[in-house]
């Protein structure tokens, strides 16, 4: 099956730094989705991302499916944005479930 | 997005018991999914909950231990069956399929399951 590789797995900032956190996936995808787990355990969805680059505020994500990643940016880091990132990716010709990577845990310090 | 509304969300339970989780949202959705959270780690899906039919499940995971229903368009239970301490995990209900957000998955506040 489709192998979704995360980076770093661990990541520290200081308040108002910038970072990128990186999907690398093994097969073409027609789904990719990046989420933010809070420190309470609550799971929510930052982008729907299959292809092309996406804006939220301090956030933003590009896809590049032809070369198979994703890169989720993080610009002027708060203390809320710590907790752990995921990406999911749904094969191509397939209508099943996403496949979610190990994730990069993030620690934002005041 | 929906309310997705999942209960308990945390509980304790002897060995060999069972528990029932709920997952209710506030419109109708296409697709509902039961992923499991074990400590430390990332999501891993169990089943499908298909609508008036049976679950759909992934490979590692059967009915008898994890009983799936969904009777409607808006809600779901997992059942966790004679629990051991290996079963201790985030159980999380999710969704797609609301509105203008088809293709988005939206989780539930997850279930926190201790096993003793």
């Known amino acids: 099956g489709i192998q979704v590789e995360q980076s770093p797995p661990d990541l520290i900032l200081q308040e108002g730094a910038n970072s990128t956190l990186r999907c690398n996936f093994s097969d073409s995808v027609n789904n990719l989705q990046w989420f933010h787990q809070n420190p309470w355990g609550q799971l929510i969805n930052l982008f729907y991302i299959p292809s092309g680059t996406k804006q939220n505020g301090r956030l933003s994500a590009t896809t590049v499916a032809t070369e198979r990643y994703s890169l989720l940016y993080i610009s002027s880091s708060q203390t809320t944005d710590s907790g752990v990132y995921f990406c999911a990716v749904r094969t191509g010709g397939s209508q099943g479930n996403l496949i979610f990577g190990k994730g990069t845990k993030l620690s934002v310090k005041p | 997005s929906a309310v997705i509304s999942q209960k308990p969300s945390r509980d304790i339970c002897q060995r060999g018991t069972s528990l029932t989780i709920q997952c209710q949202v506030d419109?109708?959705?296409?697709?509902m999914f039961w992923y499991r959270q074990q400590p430390g780690q990332s999501l891993t899906l169990i089943a499908t909950a298909n609508q008036g039919s049976e679950a759909t499940y992934e490979s590692g995971f059967v009915i008898d231990k994890f009983p799936i229903s969904r009777p409607n368009l808006t809600f779901s239970t997992l059942t966790v069956s004679n629990m051991s301490p290996e079963d201790s995990s985030i159980y999380l209900c999710?969704?797609?399929?609301?509105?203008?957000?088809?293709?988005?998955?939206?989780f539930g506040s997850g279930t926190q399951l201790s096993v003793l």
């Open positions: 419109s109708q959705v296409t697709m």
């Open positions: 999710s969704v797609t399929g609301i509105r203008v957000d088809g293709e988005k998955l939206f």
